[in-house]
């Protein structure tokens, strides 16, 4: 007999979906008409996707909520079990151009907003050439392929390259404190960085786990939080990488360990090598 897996069921539905979902981006490249909760207009494809997930993954045995960053309140299911955050469509902006995008999802013991260290699994699919999933569980890291639904390994215990080769910031420049853009300055001038930023968190995330390097949405002059959700995009990503062996900080220390007080706040985001998360740290302190 078999032992259901809730994190496997949850898992396996949004490999099969995200075939789905990578098809169904053509002809909603459009706007929706509506804003998400953090007051960004939406796409048509944001709603679609986000409709295809509720509906998938709050019908799972095991799963007691799903909550999504396009949708203000959190979906309870009957069953006592596993809370899912999902960002259906990261970087959608990302549409009108045709570039990479990503879904994220994390998966918690615990009621939602939830705290990283609840997290028992996260990963993300990235819409590039390929689409892969990248999956943290129980410390391990692995890679996939995705083709018609199906899940194939190609790399077991990913892990971040110890030679930092890539950066990439969010956020405009002059928002940037001082302290941040000095420590960028310091990233540049080393000779063996490398600037990859392509506006889709997961696409410039992956960038790091695939080269080594740090990606960061800080805190801005007028948002001291950055822009990302702490549940549907730090907390997963923090998870991912510090898994892969990097680290993750809010620029003080790890994301994991930031309070949860509302299902939709933000978090200034900086994840990658050990080396350069400390130094961040170090320069921000
Ligand atoms: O939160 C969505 C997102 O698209 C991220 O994937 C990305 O890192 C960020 O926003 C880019 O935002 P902006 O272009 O507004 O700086």
Redesign the pocket.
Same mark, same amino acid.
């Given at each position: 007999m078999t032992v259901s897996d809730p994190v496997e069921d949850i898992v396996a539905t949004i490999s099969r979906s995200a075939t789905e979902i990578r098809q169904g981006l053509v002809g909603r490249r459009g706007k929706a008409d509506e804003e998400n909760p953090s007051g960004e207009t939406q796409a048509e494809a944001d709603v679609w996707a986000d409709d295809l997930l509720a509906e998938r993954l709050s019908s799972i045995d095991g799963v007691s909520q799903y909550a999504s960053e396009e949708r203000a309140e959190i979906i309870d299911c009957d069953d006592d079990g596993l809370s899912v955050a999902v960002d259906p469509l %990261?970087? *959608? *902006?990302n549409l009108k151009s045709n570039n990479t995008m990503g879904t994220v999802f994390g998966i918690y013991d615990e009621p939602l907003p939830a705290p990283g260290t609840a997290l028992v699994a996260a990963g993300y699919v990235l819409y590039g050439p390929i689409t892969t999933m990248v999956y943290a569980r129980d410390g391990t890291v692995t890679k996939y392929e995705l083709t018609g639904g199906e899940r194939t390994v190609v790399e077991h215990d990913v892990t971040l390259p110890d030679d930092p080769i890539t950066y990439g910031f #969010? #956020?405009r420049v002059p928002d940037w404190p001082a302290d941040f853009e000095a420590y960028v300055r310091e990233v540049e001038a080393n000779p063996q960085h490398k600037l990859r930023y392509g #506006?889709?968190?997961?696409g %410039?995330v992956n960038q790091v786990l695939t080269y080594g390097g740090i990606f960061a949405?800080p805190a801005l002059e007028d948002s001291p939080n950055g822009?990302?959700r702490l549940q549907f995009?730090g907390n997963p990503i923090g998870y991912v990488i510090e898994a892969a062996g990097g680290r993750s900080s809010n620029g003080e220390y790890s994301i994991l360990e930031v309070e949860a007080t509302d299902l939709h706040q933000r978090v200034p985001v900086h994840v990658g090598n050990t080396s350069l998360i400390d130094r961040l740290e170090a320069a921000l302190a």
């Open positions: %990261d970087g *959608s *902006s #969010g #956020g #506006g889709a968190m997961i %410039d949405y822009k990302l995009e």
